[in-house]
């Protein structure tokens, strides 16, 4: 039940700050554009708030996970009350505490296939905030095929990058240098000690400690994160979706993108390097022939991170 203070204030009230920068007919097609953010990480719990509190009253949000208390660092719906509780039904009640006519509808689960073509088409932007990258690189591909634009934001570490694609951009694969596999040779790549080893620009650039590091190459850590950047990275992610349907900026668009590093954010272009690096590691690496000289890379970068510890 709405709260009686809320009932007597109109959209007006609540925005009308936003007059000082948007036009009406601007802030008219915020209000009216259907904003998708699949997956229920940091990042796409930040970013509904966000997009709610900007006059966004139209969102379709899904996850599947539940609050534990490694989320504390960073996702804003975390508190001692919320461990344990859904994540995605949290994210409702929160943007429907900020403006109660906000039209939400809550997927309890991460949409594939038909399901996942139908809620996408249905939006007119695309967020993917998993942690899982070929579940990502699907709703990429998927946005691309429907010709709905697709934020990505991609903190890690002290690092992270915030691009919009189309359909007429660069692919994520051709940004980031990942294999153009169906999503289950996707899932086995990833998980290989082989792609992890390319990922070593997270201590070069994301600051991450190599003992981590070292962990989260041999598969037991998840991605090192901290609060201000994965915030930072989902406030600029707000700013180019804000672009987008407003119409009143031109959005960062691949194959530029937003880059942060220590604590700097830069207009910069994704890296030629790493993009190429990981794309002839797995030109010569990827098949199973490959994989057997490789594993003396495994050796090195094993000896590397002991010398380095």
């Not at 672009?243 to 031109?250: D, E």
Request: with cysteine; charged share 25%; hydrophobic share 40%.
């Amino acid at each position: 039940m709405k709260n009686k203070s809320m009932m007597d204030m109109n959209y007006n009230d609540l925005f009308i700050r936003n007059l000082g920068v948007f036009t009406a007919d601007e802030q008219k097609r915020i209000r009216d554009s259907r904003v998708v953010i699949i997956g229920d990480s940091g990042t796409g719990e930040l970013l509904s708030t966000l997009l709610v509190r900007c006059g966004v009253t139209k969102l379709i949000v899904a996850g599947k996970d539940t609050y534990v208390p490694s989320d504390m660092n960073r996702q804003i719906g975390c508190f001692s009350d919320t461990i344990g509780e859904n994540k995605v039904e949290v994210i409702r009640d929160t943007v429907l505490s900020i403006n109660p006519d906000v039209q939400i509808t809550a997927y309890n689960h991460l949409p594939a296939g038909e399901e996942m073509d139908r809620i996408i088409l249905s939006g007119d932007i695309v967020i993917p905030a998993v942690d899982d990258l070929a579940y990502s690189v699907l709703l990429f591909r998927t946005a691309r095929k429907h010709g709905v634009p697709a934020v990505l934001c991609l903190p890690s570490g002290t690092t992270g990058w915030v691009s919009v694609f189309r359909r007429n951009s660069p692919t994520l694969e051709d940004m980031f240098g990942v294999p153009k596999l169906d999503y289950h040779d996707l899932v086995s790549v990833i998980r290989t000690k082989e792609y992890r080893c390319a990922q070593y620009n997270y201590v070069t650039s994301g600051d991450w400690r190599v003992d981590w590091f070292f962990e989260y190459f041999t598969g037991n850590r998840p991605l090192a994160l901290i609060c201000p950047v994965e915030w930072m990275a989902a406030s600029l992610a707000a700013m180019e979706a804000l672009k987008v349907l407003s119409g009143k900026w031109p959005a960062m668009e691949a194959p530029r993108c937003w880059y942060l590093r220590k604590g700097k954010v830069s207009a910069s272009r994704f890296s030629t390097f790493i993009r190429y690096h990981r794309k002839l590691g797995w030109l010569i690496f990827g098949s199973k022939r490959g994989k057997i000289p490789h594993k003396l890379t495994h050796l090195i970068w094993k000896k590397f991170f002991e010398y380095l510890r």
